[in-house]
């Protein structure tokens, strides 16, 4: 998201900092309410 971020600050037109804010939110409540196994570590 940091990374995100300094992109959004050199030019707000080339990234959706809200939707893209949306995305990660999402992802993380996903994992914390239904984790499973990582394919990583398999």
Known sequence: MDGL???W??????VDLGR???LAIEAILAAVLDPRPSA???
């Open 9 to 14: 600050l050199l030019d707000p037109t080339a």
């Open 40 to 42: 990583l570590t398999e």
């Open 20 to 22: 893209s804010s949306q």
């Open 5 to 7: 971020q300094v992109q």
